[in-house]
């Protein structure tokens, strides 16, 4: 089977990054089935194209653009190939998202281990990145879950990987950016839930270090624990914020929660206070400045969650997991310049001295985080993975219109400030670290990744903008 | 606003309102891409703009062959180091004589007129969405506000050329792409040399003048050139069938 002529005859896409910062156009082809797949990849390679993947465009900045050559888009292979609901293992093409995985597993009783913020990544991007939930300090990373997985080399051979099967592949290619062959199935074990919510205890925290120490306290008898922070705060109130404790419930703790694995019981309101969800952004679109954004995020501190005499209050999953998803389209809000997303990756020996200083920094220089994620994480088997065992805190800057190089003056300073703290980059939410930096980090991992890289794809056809940035060749 | 041009495409480029186009946006410090499909005609243009001091590429290029038009399209833009601006000019006309009936002469303004203007504008359109800027502009007719009897074919390709303008303009004009769908009257070039009835003729260099105004607006719009065909273009669309069908047109 062979692929009509790509340069003449394919798509063009106008893809962009998740913070709408970064855009270009690619050649675009969408295979239905393997067969397909090995046909583009043949034609790509005949018409000297390079090619990049792109699942649901998830990632904040140019990990899955590839300006001008072509872009496989995962989203004509999206069947769900088996799933059992005896055991939780469900085998998936490469578009299914995360999503069709809990929709397919939860009426039986069955979430996936791990989910990033937004159900709309597809299996390919959730491998490729090696993604990260609220339960990482827990759960790990995706890849802990993946049983095995279906890859196609540059030649369009398939190798089934697992940690029996060629692992030493296996743990390159999740993480491995795509940029080692076309994922083009995985394998996942899910987790078994007795009820159709959680149980979410609120903590507000005073300040950075009582962030610290309240996870600190309660990783042990936590499920999941992410920590919300207002950038804006300074002085003895620098770092204060939100703490979200989230625990499943057992049939005998919860007996009303099997209902609510029901599907309809899930899903999100269709309007916020009046406001249908679609609208939503045009309404935050006003507030998303420096003035708005202080407003909000000391409302938000202030603003007591309601909660029961316990301090607790029920979630359902979708809800408590897919939170940015109620709103959709608020990246909008941010304008026509975009945002970028810097998620600084910090090991717990110099986390709380670097984070300080990554606060003090911004505020500092004028660049505030609109919004501050703060989570936990733990080592992982995966080549370039950007898990440690340490903290992380992720930053949303809007792209200043006039004056964009006070951003990037002050992203550089952070780059240094991660790499004197021996800490990460994550390419999944990067824009800017450069090639040095990223190989400072990752030091010898990354000469192994890239040895592998060369033996498997010796004519570069697997190349994204981000992998040409980061000179990942 | 006031646009200025720096790198332009012209289809179209080797006569007439194209060619004129492409002198005058040069002669304001404009690199331009010539595409037509005579070389002689194309050359001489693009010697005649070196003059000015400025880059004239030429591309001999027959729109028809759309399997080309993207590599075509991408290598002019790399030669450019860029683009702001695409023209599409290139047109064909025919008048059929009174009881013959040709199939593939209709055919054939449909595929330069309209079809190559697709796979012409379709990829300036990725282009200039994902930059955030851009103008393009097509050169229909007021020939397309109607199915005249004497030019069936143009007519149909030219209103076909209007609505995919309109259709683009609509799609891109949110990302501040302009675009501008450019209705002549009649104007003194080979394509009219052979008409019988030519009211309210221009120069060339008038309509070139009035168009390239009309782009720089930067306003997404339709205009006629010049503009007095607005009022004919009314008259002709209210006028009923029954009317319109008896005039010699
Ligand atoms: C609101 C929001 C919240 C988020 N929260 C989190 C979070 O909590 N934790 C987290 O870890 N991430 C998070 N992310 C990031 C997101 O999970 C990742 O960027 C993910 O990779 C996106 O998946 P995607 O399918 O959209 O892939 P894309 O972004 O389209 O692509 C990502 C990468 O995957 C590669 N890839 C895609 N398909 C294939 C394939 N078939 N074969 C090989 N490689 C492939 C691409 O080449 C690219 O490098 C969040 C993103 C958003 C927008
Ligand atoms: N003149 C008028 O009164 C008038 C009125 C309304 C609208 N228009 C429109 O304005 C445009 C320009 O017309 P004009 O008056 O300047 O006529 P023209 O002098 O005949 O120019 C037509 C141009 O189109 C090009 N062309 C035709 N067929 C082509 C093909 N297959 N491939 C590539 N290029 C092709 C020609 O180049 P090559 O022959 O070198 O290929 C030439 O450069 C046309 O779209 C026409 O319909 C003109």
């Given amino acids: 089977m062979s692929a009509a002529p790509l340069r003449a005859t394919a798509a063009r896409r106008v893809l962009d990054g998740f913070g709408n910062s970064l855009r270009s156009t690619s050649l675009s082809a969408r295979p239905t089935n393997v067969e397909e797949l090995a046909a583009v990849l043949q034609q790509a390679r005949e018409e000297g194209l390079n090619v990049s993947f792109r699942g649901n465009g998830r990632s904040y900045g140019d990990a899955s653009l590839n300006t001008n050559q072509l872009s496989i888009d995962n989203r004509g292979m999206t069947r769900v190939l088996s799933f059992d609901p005896a055991t939780g293992i469900i085998d998936a093409e490469v578009g299914v998202t995360i999503e069709d995985l809990w929709r397919t597993g939860l009426p039986h009783g069955w979430w996936p281990y791990v989910v990033p913020g937004t159900m709309f990544p597809t299996m390919g991007g959730c491998t490729a990145m090696n993604i990260h939930g609220k339960n990482c300090f827990k759960a790990g990373p995706f890849g802990d879950h993946v049983l095995d997985l ?69 990783m042990p008898q936590s499920d999941y624990l992410v920590g919300w922070i207002d950038c804006f705060a300074g002085g003895a109130s620098l770092g204060r914020g939100l703490v979200h404790q989230a625990n499943y419930l057992s049939a005998k703790e919860d007996p009303e929660g099997r209902s609510l694995l029901a599907l309809d019981a899930q899903g999100l309101p269709p309007s916020i206070m009046g406001i249908p969800r679609s609208m939503m952004w045009r309404f935050m679109k006003p507030l998303t400045n420096d003035a708005g954004m202080r407003f909000i995020n000391t409302v938000k501190y202030h603003l007591p969650e309601p909660h029961d005499h316990e301090g607790v209050f029920y979630d359902g999953h979708v809800s408590f997991a897919f939170l940015l998803d109620f709103v959709p389209g608020w990246r909008n809000a941010y304008g026509d310049s975009g945002f970028i997303q810097y998620q600084l990756f910090l090991p717990d020996a110099t986390a709380r001295r670097a984070m300080r200083e990554a606060l003090e920094l911004c505020q500092r220089r004028g660049v505030v985080s609109y919004l501050g994620v703060f989570k936990r994480h733990r080592p992982d088997e995966f080549l370039l993975s950007h898990g440690l065992d340490g903290w992380s805190l992720a930053l949303d800057f809007a792209v200043p219109a006039g004056d964009p190089q006070k951003l990037w003056r002050a992203t550089n300073d952070l780059t240094a400030l991660v790499l004197e703290a021996g800490g990460t980059f994550y390419p999944a939410k990067d824009a800017v670290v450069s090639a040095e930096a990223f190989a400072r980090a990752y030091g010898e991992r990354l000469s192994r990744f890239l040895a592998i890289k060369r033996q498997l794809d010796p004519q570069t056809l697997f190349q994204s903008d981000l992998s040409r940035r980061l000179l990942l060749y | 606003m006031s646009l200025r041009f720096t790198r332009a495409i012209i289809v179209g480029a080797s006569s007439g309102i194209g060619a004129e186009l492409a002198r005058q946006l040069a002669a304001e410090g404009c690199d331009v891409a010539l595409v037509g499909r005579r070389r002689a005609e194309l050359d001489a243009l693009a010697a005649e703009i070196a003059k000015h001091g400025r880059k004239a590429i030429v591309q001999t290029h027959d729109v028809t062959q759309v399997d080309e038009t993207p590599l075509v399209f991408e290598r002019l833009v790399e030669q450019l180091g860029g683009l702001d601006l695409i023209i599409y000019a290139a047109g064909v006309i025919h008048v059929p004589e009174e009881g013959v009936w040709d199939a593939r002469a209709e055919m054939q303004q449909l595929q330069v007129n309209a079809v190559g203007a697709i796979a012409w504008t379709t990829p300036a359109a990725a282009m200039f969405e994902a930059k955030r800027a851009g103008t393009i502009l097509g050169l229909s007719s007021i020939a397309g506000e109607r199915g005249r009897r004497n030019m069936p074919g143009y007519t149909a390709s030219k209103a076909a050329l209007t609505t995919w303008l309109e259709a683009l303009r609509n799609r891109v004009s949110r990302y501040g792409v302009n675009v501008v769908t450019v209705k002549p009257g009649f104007v003194d070039t080979d394509m009219t040399k052979h008409l019988t009835k030519k009211p309210m003729m221009i120069p060339v260099n008038t309509a070139a003048r009035l168009i390239l105004a009309a782009a720089r607006r930067g306003d997404s719009a339709s205009v006629f050139v010049p503009f007095q065909w607005w009022l004919v273009a009314m008259v002709l669309r209210h006028m009923p069938s029954f009317i319109f069908r008896r005039l010699d047109i």
Avoid: N, W, Y
């Fill in chain 1, 150 to 218: 279906d890859l196609m080399l540059a030649d369009g051979s398939i190798k089934t990987l697992s940690r029996t099967q060629e692992p030493d592949l296996f743990r390159a290619v999740i993480a491995g950016l795509g940029l080692l062959g076309a994922v083009t199935r995985v394998r996942l074990q899910m987790k078994k839930v007795e009820s159709g919510r959680l149980k979410v205890r609120p903590i507000q925290t005073h300040s950075l270090e009582e962030m610290f120490d309240c996870f600190v306290e309660r």
